[in-house]
């Protein structure tokens, strides 16, 4: 039997898109978390088992930067994809500055969002290897 399978937290403000990128996100095969803020997901998620995060880059209160840089800074670090409905240069850069697996706009493409989280995956166990998409 397999091990179990792996958990992505997804965290978006906007309910439609956790719901659609969760569905998405189990119809690959994955465990998935939801969470609509940054402090919902510190409160609740599943950090130590989760293989990848999906985080909102524009968020009220905590955005999905700020998610990232203090999950980092707690020990807590997770391979990252960012989204955003925003295409801005100036996202895409900080992105790859802290370290993320991919950064893409919204609405997702189903394969480089696939690709991303597999990427994510496999970047855990190598530390390092992150660029941005």
Not at 8 to 18: A, F, L, N, P, Q
Not at 54 to 62: H, I, Q
Not at 85 to 97: C, E, I
């Amino acid at each position: 039997m397999d091990e179990a399978r792996k958990l992505i937290c997804i965290v978006d403000d906007d309910t439609s898109v956790r719901r659609a990128l969760g569905r998405l996100i189990r119809a690959f095969g994955f465990d998935v978390e939801t969470h609509a803020s940054g402090r919902e997901c510190l409160d609740g998620a599943q950090i130590d088992r989760a293989e990848c995060l999906v985080l909102d880059v524009s968020m009220p209160g905590m955005d999905g930067f700020e998610l990232h840089t203090l999950l980092q800074a707690s020990g807590r670090s997770v391979p990252t994809v960012f989204i955003s409905a925003h295409d801005a240069q100036s996202y895409g850069q900080k992105a790859l500055a802290l370290g993320a697996v991919a950064f893409l706009t919204k609405p997702c493409d189903e394969k480089l969002l696939l690709d991303a989280i597999n990427k994510a995956i496999a970047s855990k166990d190598a530390p390092g290897k992150n660029g941005v998409h």
